[in-house]
């Protein structure tokens, strides 16, 4: 089994180090690592650090640190406009698309969202989405920790902006000709990759994101959920630029 991953604001700057506070208390008392036991420490922007357990106190461990590492991020930078869905759906494919690479989720409020993220209900919402990828991208050991964007949500017109600005931007649709698989892409900057919600992207909103440089495009012939179109649009991605 892999070592299990632990994340901090900074890494240790020497040889000793105690793990304290929410991560000391689940690493010492959730998961009960015991004197001998091998860690990572994270600090979600690049850097690890190898360490082994030499101290148990209550909620909190005492580490020897072993080796630092600093990992470049990858490019090009892989970023998913989420339409906001009800329920669990946005959550679940929050943590399946941090799972396998996400760099930065952006909340989008589309025309046919059923759930609404309005002042504290938005806030509290955001919130739970990066709470949601911070436990994904601990468990999957990830050395960069995928952001979450918005204010709380983005908009149609913000998100524009954004597409406009990447590298390449890309939109799920059932009823595009062209296969994601086959697209070209390209060597470096942002990719953007828009999935629309449970009722879809409505004719506007297409025709806007087309206007501002995004190509249409689908995965196969089936339909998927919006909790499962985002990973395999990511996997098929991670698979095409060498990341897997």
């Excluded at 994340?7 to 008392?29: F, M, N, Q």
């Excluded at 461990?61 to 072993?66: G, M």
């Amino acid at each position: 089994m892999s070592a299990p991953l632990f994340l901090v604001e900074e890494l240790p700057a020497g040889r000793r180090y105690v793990l304290g506070g929410v991560e000391g208390h689940h690493a010492a008392t959730v998961q009960r690592l015991r004197v001998g036991e091998s860690l990572l420490l994270a600090d979600g922007r690049g850097g690890v650090a190898s360490a082994v357990v030499a101290a148990v106190g209550k909620g909190s461990l005492e580490l020897t640190v072993s080796e630092l590492r600093h990992f470049h991020a990858p490019d090009p930078r892989l970023t998913v406009a989420q339409g906001i869905a009800k329920g669990d759906r946005g959550e679940l494919a929050v943590q399946a698309m941090t799972e396998v690479g996400v760099d930065e989720i952006l909340p989008w409020a589309a025309s046919r969202s059923v759930a609404q993220w309005r002042g504290d209900r938005g806030a509290k919402s955001r919130e739970k989405w990066a709470a949601v990828a911070r436990e994904a991208a601990k468990q999957a050991r990830r050395t960069f920790l995928p952001l979450v964007g918005g204010d709380p949500d983005v908009s149609t017109k913000q998100l524009v902006q954004r597409l406009s600005s990447a590298s390449a931007a890309f939109v799920l649709h059932e009823e595009a000709t062209e296969r994601l698989s086959q697209v070209e892409l390209p060597a470096a900057g942002e990719i953007v990759l828009v999935v629309g919600p449970e009722g879809g992207i409505d004719d506007a909103e297409l025709a806007t994101f087309t206007a501002a440089g995004a190509v249409a495009v689908r995965l196969g012939d089936n339909v998927l959920r919006t909790s499962t179109a985002g990973v395999a649009a990511l996997s098929l991605l991670a698979t095409r630029l060498g990341r897997w």
